[in-house]
């Protein structure tokens, strides 16, 4: 009976430790939100297409706190922008919302995003985000799109303005609002997947 009894708490430890080794070498995306303000369906559906493709999700942003979603979402961030250390990770999402706004002239997200450009790594944005993008220079002479209300000021830092729901220039991804925030998340993917 002992030995039965040894040989499934073996067997669980076992069980236990491979699960716990898959999910460190599941590769990691970084969704960057405001802590109050960002938009629910641009962080939630992305966030379940890359879980479904294998991927962990980590959110990130300027506080701990229970962050609030536009919609009344509520999510806890898993990490403080301020940690980032972009080698965890294949790719950085800003995620939109008014709070978004908060990361146009943050040095700090300007540094992330710069960082992810430099690597090789995806860069991406969507609604009012890719602002934060252009205003950290990545999207001059780049095709990109964004919330329409702020397409001068991608623009006026260099962006081609397509208008279109979703757009690839290289390794940055640009989207253009919450309709588009499913094509948006398989196009990371799809990039991702290369």
Known sequence: MLKKIFVFLIAIFVIFNFCKAEEVNMKKILLIIANN???DEE??????????????????????????????????PDILISEVNV????????????????????????????????????????????????????????KATVWESEAGQIKNKGAQYTGKPVEKDGKII??????????FGRTIVEELSK
């Open 43 to 76: 962080l939630l559906k992305p966030k379940k297409i890359f879980e479904e493709n294998g991927f962990k999700p980590v959110i990130a942003s300027t506080s701990l706190n229970t962050a609030q979603g536009m919609l009344g979402a509520k999510v806890k």
């Open 174 to 183: 640009t989207a253009s609002g919450p309709f588009a925030a499913e094509e």
């Open 87 to 142: 080698d965890d990770y294949e790719a950085v999402v800003f995620v939109g919302g008014v709070g978004a706004s908060g990361y146009w002239n943050d040095p700090l997200a300007h540094k992330i995003a710069n960082e992810f450009y430099n690597k090789g790594k995806i860069v991406s944005a969507i609604c009012i985000a890719p602002v934060t993008l252009a205003n950290a220079g990545l999207l001059k002479n780049k």
């Open 37 to 39: 303000g960002f938009r």
